[in-house]
């Protein structure tokens, strides 16, 4: 297997969709919304329109944080540390680099630096289930939700 050529097509896939991402951000609002004029409009479709540029500006920051990683990679396999755990020292399985080529953590220490979901608060308000307990159903597509 040849992680480089495969981390190489993971950075070439990555700049090509923030490139993309970056030429959309870069059009003013009033030519993204294919429309003649702002005067007609509902503000709710322009808050819909500013709602959807701050959600790919975050997807921008992410694919940014990923571009990052994958030079990382890249960087170590040059340096003769790529496949090894940053935390425990270990080698990290090839199983492991062929899903998440751009990893720094074996398993175990990943899943140690994991944060344990938290059931929100409003659960301890309003049990799950409670409509369940009072006998009630409802149908989904012609099925009982809870068959």
């Known amino acids: 297997m040849d992680y480089r050529s495969r981390l190489l097509d993971k950075k070439a896939e990555i700049e090509q969709v923030i490139k993309e ?4 951000l870069m059009l003013p609002i009033s030519e993204s919304m294919d429309e003649l004029s702002n005067y007609d409009q509902h503000p709710a479709d322009l808050a819909s329109e500013v709602f959807e540029r701050e959600k790919n500006q975050g997807v921008l920051e992410l694919l940014e944080f990923e571009l990052e990683k994958v030079d990382d990679a890249l960087y ?6 790529y496949g090894i755990c940053d935390s425990c020292g270990q080698n990290i399985p090839a199983a492991r680099l062929e899903r998440l080529p751009n990893t720094t953590l074996c398993v175990s220490c990943a899943s140690k630096r994991r944060e344990p979901f938290q059931r929100p608060a409003e659960e301890d308000i309003i049990p ?3 409509m369940s307990d ?3 159903t409802f149908e989904i597509a012609g099925y009982e939700f809870y068959e």
């Open 21 to 24: 991402k970056r030429e959309y």
């Open 76 to 81: 170590r396999l040059d340096h003769g540390q």
């Open 128 to 130: 799950s289930g409670a």
């Open 134 to 136: 009072m006998g009630e």
